[in-house]
């Protein structure tokens, strides 16, 4: 494989930064099959960038073996790009063996906590033991990069994070490898290992038509990483150990699409990757809790309370408690209970306009 370029200087253009409004939604639904289980499914849309989570329960915090979602659509092409399956794991140490916090309880939500032309920003958050949350940033001055903050409620024995380099076709075209700042690597050969100081990531293919124009970046800060490796020659992971007693660990995700392999890889380590690496450890993750939504809300409800129609449904909402607790939140920046509560709050409106929709047509 020829990487001379790795020995030459090179021409490098800078990484386009488009402007524009940054769009942010999210979906949490929770339905029931035929057979009773629970289906626990959330999607959050960052720009560019989609993650799917779905399990199904057969209790009210089992899932059950296989019924599981937990996938990133960002920089794909056909089944490739990110893991659209499971792109990430977060472990920690429970009786001398690793669990997987995102698969022991069952997504709580996903909050909104930020939204403005220039960033938007959510939280995944599962209120199992130990919680874990996952925090997504999304710049839209970057268009092909996002960041996530993991927390996790005790210490953090190993992340992994997977993706499938270009498309998912067999070999020879599928031949995987690895570059680190520390060396380039033939995954078939065997594992790369993160050396210490190894702060950048590269996921593509050795062989041309197209399957080598797409691949994926990686970027972490060192000082949080004491090892890790890359391994997989169909779907690729980047196991990575934190250091001793660390509860939080900051990773950016990329990837390069329809690209010259060679101009890619060369702007990404002599370049790109410090740049990420900046802002990983300048960014805010601060959540504020933002209001505008719960007072809307509670002023349409208020001008419909005098309507009779309307009346005996908010009094079984509950309504005057949740519209004080929704106050107290804000006062509280609390952001997590203002989501859910605002989630009650429209679903009090839809079912008041159900009812006087009812009453209007005579159905």
Not at 29 to 50: H, V
Request: proline share 3%; glycine share 8%; aromatic share 12%.
């Amino acid at each position: 494989m020829n990487l001379c370029w790795l020995l030459v200087p090179v021409m490098l253009t800078w990484l386009v930064q488009t402007a524009g409004a940054l769009e942010a939604t999210v979906k949490n639904e929770i339905s029931t099959d035929a057979e009773g289980k629970i289906i626990n499914e959330r999607k959050l849309w960052l720009d560019n960038l989609r993650i799917n989570y779905r399990a199904v329960l057969t209790g009210e915090k089992t899932i059950s073996p296989g019924d599981f979602l937990f996938g990133c659509e960002f920089g794909r092409r056909g089944n490739g790009g990110w893991n659209i399956w499971h792109f990430l794991s977060v472990k920690t140490k429970k009786d001398g063996r690793l669990v997987s916090l995102e698969t022991a309880s069952p997504l709580k939500n996903i909050y909104l906590a930020e939204k403005t032309p220039e960033r938007g920003m959510a939280e995944l958050y599962w209120e199992g033991e130990p919680t874990l949350s996952v925090r997504v940033l999304k710049l839209a001055a970057w268009p092909q990069w996002f960041f996530l903050k993991i927390e996790a409620g005790t210490a953090i024995a190993q992340v992994q994070v997977s993706a499938y380099p270009g498309e998912t076709t067999g070999p020879p075209e599928r031949e995987r490898w690895c570059g680190l700042d520390s060396g380039f690597y033939n995954l078939h050969q065997g594992k790369a290992t993160v050396r210490k100081g190894d702060s950048s990531v590269a996921l593509f293919n050795r062989y041309g038509g197209y399957q080598d124009k797409y691949g994926n970046f990686l970027v972490l800060l060192p000082e949080e990483i004491a090892d890790g490796q890359v391994k997989g020659t169909y779907g690729v992971m980047v196991e990575l150990t934190p250091e001793k007693d660390r509860k939080e660990l900051t990773l950016a995700l990329g990837y390069f699409y329809d690209e010259d392999r060679e101009h890619a890889l060369g702007s990404f380590f002599r370049q790109t990757a410090g740049e990420i690496q900046k802002i990983l450890t300048t960014l805010s993750w601060k959540f504020t809790a933002d209001g505008s939504l719960f007072r809307s809300l509670v002023a349409e409800i208020d001008s419909l309370s005098s309507r009779q129609e309307a009346k005996e449904l908010i009094a079984e909402a509950g309504y005057a408690t949740l519209r004080r607790e929704g106050q107290r939140y804000l006062q509280e920046n609390n952001y997590r209970q203002l989501v859910e509560l605002v989630e009650k709050l429209q679903e009090l409106k839809e079912k008041i306009y159900q009812k006087l929709l009812a009453v209007y047509t005579g159905k």
